[in-house]
């Protein structure tokens, strides 16, 4: 995770409007790191992070003991059923997409409705390969199944649309090497 950590959060460090975020969600957690490690860089920055209840426990105590828990909060639930405030300057969703992959295409217009213009959408997940191929170390493929609960996301070469008809120019797209293999950052910013 370290090294997938430090390649996702230098690339939102890296975008020209981090140094003016005051607000960012992040979608799934992964236990605050990547809110911590965005915090500790932007002292105006407030997170919140959407967390599943097994994980939130732990995501809270982590926060309290980097001692940024007035400034990072935790929320349990489903991002497509809450209503949450809107005008977030960065979404991030690492690993998350996985149990909306039935629902991509609202979960990129819930995003757009959160995040105000000029705002920054950032995703970080595995694609299958070529026809739903798998990989070859068995290994690491069975740990991504399991992380990605069963199957990673399909056809990265169209997910760039759910960018570009949500109302986002796709700015980048990277590789990003994970223990489990290489994932795909997507970072777009929203149109206005």
């Not at 969703?93 to 213009?117: D, E, N, R």
């Not at 970080?124 to 493929?141: L, S």
């Amino acid at each position: 995770m370290t090294g997938e950590l430090q390649a996702v959060t230098r690339h939102i460090l890296n975008w020209h409007g981090f140094n003016k975020c005051q607000k960012i969600l992040d979608i799934g957690g992964s236990f605050g790191l990547f809110s911590l490690a965005l915090c500790q860089e932007n002292a105006h920055l407030e997170a919140l992070i959407i967390e599943e209840p097994q994980r939130a426990p732990y995501t809270e105590k982590l926060i309290k003991d980097q001692g940024l828990k007035d400034r990072v909060k935790v929320q349990v639930g489903s991002i497509l059923e809450m209503d949450l405030e809107s005008n977030y300057d960065v979404i991030l969703m690492a690993h998350k997409l996985y149990s909306y992959h039935s629902q991509l295409s609202s979960m990129f217009t819930k995003m757009s409705c959160l995040l105000k213009p000029g705002g920054l959408l950032v995703s970080n997940h595995w694609f299958c390969g070529p026809a739903c191929e798998v990989e070859t170390n068995g290994i690491k493929d069975l740990q991504k199944a399991i992380h990605s609960l069963g199957h990673p996301i399909c056809h990265v070469e169209e997910f760039g649309l759910f960018f570009s008809e949500t109302g986002f120019e796709l700015l980048n797209m990277v590789d990003v090497p994970s223990a489990y293999g290489v994932s795909k950052l997507h970072l777009g910013q929203k149109e206005g």
